[in-house]
């Protein structure tokens, strides 16, 4: 991979707070009860919230193959690599999942000894992304097994090739045919979205960013604001256009319309990565959204469950986001920060 890494990428940063703001505002649009199924509104946000998880993951490949090659792994040593790793998603998952547990909140399966043991120490997303006990936790589950392969798969793109990093995407995009454009909707009702998180369906996601982040490395050329904004307008347009209609949210999951929704955030990815960068005080708010986005994501169940059983509607649902950006933003400066903050170079 030619060239140093760049320490930060201004537009993804950005990207990765508008990305939080998709999956929360989805997911509690759905548990107020805000939009009618089938609704052009209902099908923004299910697309919105749903494949901004998906773009989550593409940003994971990214970051890995652009700032994680093998003699950098080599450099900081094998276990000091995967620690700075784990501390980025152990500790407010753990907390997360304390509180579900102190609480009761029943946000995962039952509680078993099994489970438990699973989720403290992050191997659950080997048995099942939904032994998670927080609700959308499966996400961390992949996560933690894309971070757990990723040394081996830069020390074989460092001795043999990086086009070894092609071959390993297409046989992971192959892996998803079974449940894409199977599996899933032939699921009894109650198990579809069980099929739909397992690893095999999830990871070729993160293969994908992996390739865009290669590519990052080997060309030095950017796009400037104009072609940018051009470039981001299409995707938008592809991928919220209200059409095919759905009523069903995993109906926009499966079969070949998933791999069309895909290729739409992953070029919004790969524009945000490639973008020369915008230093502007609208874009701070966005910045600072992407630095929250893993509180975001773990806290908006939590509040949601505090403001429902008072707060319904439209409001619920603006207290519920608030709530959940407080708690991020207090998770970042006073967990996240410290904790990661021996980790920088």
């Avoid at 547990?101 to 997303?125: Q, S, V």
């Avoid at 971070?147 to 990086?162: C, D, L, Q, S």
């Avoid at 990565?273 to 701070?284: M, N, R, T, V």
């Avoid at 949601?304 to 959940?324: E, F, I, K, Y």
């Amino acid at each position: 991979m030619n060239g140093p890494a760049p320490q930060r990428f201004a537009t993804l940063d950005a990207l990765r707070g508008v990305l939080a703001l998709g999956v929360a505002v989805y997911h509690l649009s759905v548990w107020f009860g805000l939009t009618p199924a089938g609704s052009l509104s209902n099908m923004a946000l299910a697309k919105a919230g749903n494949y901004s998880v998906s773009a989550f993951f593409v940003l994971t490949g990214f970051l890995l193959a652009r700032t994680a090659a093998w003699p950098s792994i080599a450099r900081q040593g094998l276990w000091t690599w995967t620690r700075k790793r784990m501390l980025r998603l152990a500790p407010l998952f753990w907390i997360a999942v304390l509180i579900d547990l102190l609480l009761g909140l029943g946000m995962g399966p039952e509680p078993k000894l099994r489970f438990i043991a699973e989720n403290f120490t992050l191997t659950f997303g080997l048995f099942h992304p939904n032994h998670a006990l927080v609700t959308g936790g499966w996400y961390v589950g992949v996560a933690v097994l894309a971070y757990a392969a990723w040394p081996a798969i830069a020390w074989v793109m460092e001795r043999v090739g990086a086009w070894t990093l092609g071959l390993l995407t297409v046989a992971l995009v192959r892996w998803t045919f079974a449940p894409t454009l199977h599996e899933v909707m032939a699921a009894e009702s109650w198990n579809r979205f069980h099929v739909y998180v397992m690893p095999g369906n999830q990871l070729f996601l993160v293969g994908l960013g992996a390739l865009v982040g290669w590519l990052h490395g080997r060309f030095d050329r950017r796009l400037g604001h104009a072609p940018f904004l051009a470039g981001v307008s299409v995707a938008m347009w592809a991928l919220f256009r209200p059409f095919p209609w759905f009523g069903d949210h995993l109906a926009a999951l499966t079969g070949p319309l998933r791999y069309y929704y895909v290729g739409c955030v992953t070029a919004l990815v790969a524009l945000c990565a490639f973008h020369k960068g915008l230093e502007s005080k609208w874009l701070k708010p966005l910045t600072l959204l992407g630095g929250w986005s893993y509180g975001i994501y773990l806290a908006h169940p939590f509040l949601q469950r505090m403001v429902a059983p008072h707060v319904t509607g439209w409001t619920g649902l603006t207290l519920a986001l608030a709530g959940s950006i407080l708690v991020a933003a207090a998770a970042e400066r006073w967990i996240e920060r410290p904790l990661n903050a021996p980790s920088k170079n």
